[in-house]
C-alpha cells in the first residue's frame, strides 16, 4: 500500500496508487453504480469530489472515446476496490489507469469501499484528501486541515462552457445500439432550443438532437438579453456539481427564460429553477449517487429505474409557488420532480438520458417536444 484516503475525522484508508501520482483535495462521495466509470469520471457534476466506486472490479472493460459525458474529468479522485489489470472489451481504446494518467487523476485501488461507503452514510459527506505520491502524514493532515471544502466554491465556474457554440454530435456505435437509442418519434420540425450548461453531460445533448432539436449551448452565465437574441424556442438547464445556491448569479437569466419559453431542467437545473422562483434547497445527508434509484411518477403511479448524481435538493415542503412535484423518491421521499401549473416548465432531479432501466425516463425529452410543439406548432 503506498497510498491513502484521508478524511477529515481522521479516518484512514489505505490503497495502492494507480493513475496521476500526486495529491488532491476533495469532498468524498460514493456511488453504487456498477458499471459505467467513465461515464462517471466524465460527468462534471462529480468536479471536486473524490469518488468511491462501491462495486468491487473495476477497469474490466477499458476506456473508448464514445462513452465520455465532457471534454475530461473534473473530479478530485477516485477510488476504487479491484483494478483490473487489463481490459478485455472489443470497444476498448485504453485501459482505466491510463486514462486517469492522461487526465491528471490521482487513483487508489485495493481500497475497502464497502468499509468507506458505511462510513460516509453512517457521518454523512466528508472533506478528504487522497494521496499516492508519498507526502508523509502529517503534511496530509496539515493540508486537509486547512481545506475549507467546496459546499461554499461556485464549481459551475470551473466546467462550464467558454463559449457560445453549436451541438451536432449524436449517437454513435454499433447498429443494434445506435436503434435502440434512436426515440420512436420524431417531430415534423425542428425547435430551436438554448442549453445552459452548468455542467452538462453530452448524452443530454445527444437526445436532444435525436429528435431533431437545433441545440445551441451557452455558458451558465450568460445574460438573459444575449440567450433571447438566439431565438429559442426552447430551453434546457443542465446537471451541474456542488451547492446550487452558489450559482446564484444564474437565477435571473432562469426564471426570465422560463416565464418566456418552453423549459426543461435535469438535476442542478431543477435545483436552480427551484430556486430561481422562490423554492428551497438543501444539503443530503450522503447524497444519491447511482444507478438504481426508484422514482414514483405522481401521475402515473408508474415506477421508473432511474441514474442519480446529486448532493443537494430541493425542499419538497417549500416548492416555490406556481410549482406541484410530479415524481417522489421511494428511497427516502425526496422530491425528484415537479412542474409549474400554468407554465411550459417542468423538471427533474434525477437522469433521464442515462437509461438504467433502460428507457423508464426517456418520454421527458418527449415531453419537452410536446411542450414547445404546443407553443409553436409542429410543422
Not at 451558465?220 to 451547492?243: D, H, K, M, R, W
Not at 444519491?288 to 446529486?310: C, D, F, M, Q, Y
Request: one cysteine or more; proline letters at 8%; a negative charge.
Amino acid at each position: 500500500m503506498d497510498g491513502i484516503l484521508l478524511l477529515d475525522d481522521g479516518s484512514v484508508f489505505p490503497g495502492k496508487g494507480f493513475g496521476h501520482r500526486g495529491t488532491s483535495l476533495g469532498e468524498a462521495v460514493f456511488t453504487t453504480a456498477m458499471v459505467g466509470y467513465q461515464e462517471v469520471l466524465t460527468d462534471p457534476s462529480y468536479a471536486g469530489q473524490i469518488v468511491t466506486m462501491t462495486f468491487p472490479h473495476m477497469g474490466n472493460y477499458g476506456v473508448n472515446p464514445e462513452d465520455v459525458e465532457s471534454r475530461a474529468p473534473a473530479l478530485a479522485g477516485f477510488v476504487v476496490h479491484d483494478l483490473s489489470p487489463a481490459p478485455s472489451s472489443w470497444r476498448a481504446h485504453g485501459s482505466l489507469q491510463d486514462y486517469l494518467r492522461l487526465h491528471g487523476v490521482v487513483g487508489l485501488s485495493g481500497v475497502d469501499t464497502r468499509s468507506l461507503a458505511r462510513h460516509c452514510r453512517s457521518r454523512g459527506t466528508p472533506r478528504a484528501l487522497i494521496s499516492n505520491d508519498g507526502t508523509p502524514l502529517n503534511v496530509l493532515k496539515t493540508l486537509l486541515a486547512s481545506f475549507p471544502g467546496i459546499d461554499g466554491e461556485d464549481l459551475t465556474a470551473r466546467v462550464t462552457a467558454r463559449a457560445c457554440h453549436p451541438f451536432t454530435g449524436g449517437f454513435e456505435g454499433p447498429e443494434g445500439f445506435v436503434a435502440s437509442v434512436t426515440p420512436a418519434r420524431v417531430p415534423g420540425r425542428s425547435f430551436r432550443v438554448v442549453a445552459l450548461d452548468f455542467g452538462l453531460k453530452e448524452n443530454i445533448l445527444k437526445n436532444l438532437t435525436a429528435r431533431n432539436c437545433q441545440v445551441t449551448v451557452v455558458p451558465a452565465y450568460t445574460p438573459l438579453e444575449e440567450i433571447l437574441a438566439l431565438n429559442p424556442e426552447g430551453v434546457f438547464l443542465s446537471n451541474g456539481p456542488g451547492n446550487p445556491e452558489m450559482a446564484a448569479a444564474a437565477l435571473p437569466a432562469v426564471r426570465g427564460l422560463a416565464e418566456r419559453l418552453p423549459t426543461f431542467g435535469i438535476c442542478f437545473g431543477h435545483q436552480l429553477l427551484a430556486l430561481a422562483f422562490g423554492g428551497k434547497t438543501y444539503k443530503l445527508p450522503f447524497g444519491h449517487r447511482g444507478a438504481n434509484h426508484p422514482v414514483k411518477n405522481l401521475a402515473t403511479g408508474r415506477v421508473e429505474i432511474t441514474s442519480h448524481n446529486h448532493g443537494y435538493s430541493v425542499d419538497g415542503d417549500r416548492l416555490p409557488p406556481g410549482f406541484t412535484a410530479t415524481h417522489t423518491d421511494l428511497n427516502d421521499g425526496t422530491l425528484e420532480g415537479m412542474r409549474h401549473e400554468s407554465l411550459p416548465v417542468f423538471s427533474v432531479q434525477y437522469h433521464p438520458e442515462s437509461s438504467p432501466g433502460p428507457h423508464d425516463s426517456l418520454y421527458l425529452f418527449d415531453e419537452f417536444i410536446e411542450m414547445m410543439e404546443g407553443v409553436y406548432g409542429g410543422k
